[in-house]
């Protein structure tokens, strides 16, 4: 159950994140219109998604070095582009 409480909260973080991205990209666009284009809704949540998941890689290869002895193995996370 501790893991679903992980992903869920995941889940939140990478939502405000998003969030947080597309406020900050509609300023962007308000403020100037002639600077490069803004990044796509897509490519953003290409970003935090390929974010997300190479810090929850580093996370679980940190804890399988560091709990080797103490705990058993956690399950295996889910893999970039299956948020």
């Not at 406020?23 to 600077?35: D, G, K, V």
């Not at 990044?39 to 890689?57: G, H, N, R």
């Amino acid at each position: 159950m501790e893991n679903n409480n992980k992903i869920a909260l995941a889940r939140f973080k990478i939502a405000n994140l998003e969030q947080i991205i597309e406020e900050i990209q509609n300023a962007s666009q308000r403020m100037s219109t002639s600077e490069a284009p803004a990044m796509t809704q897509a490519a953003i949540k290409k970003l935090v998604a390929d974010s997300v998941s190479a810090a929850l890689e580093a996370k679980a290869a940190n804890m399988a070095n560091t709990d080797n002895t103490t705990r058993p193995r956690e399950a295996s996370i889910a893999r970039q582009g299956t948020l």
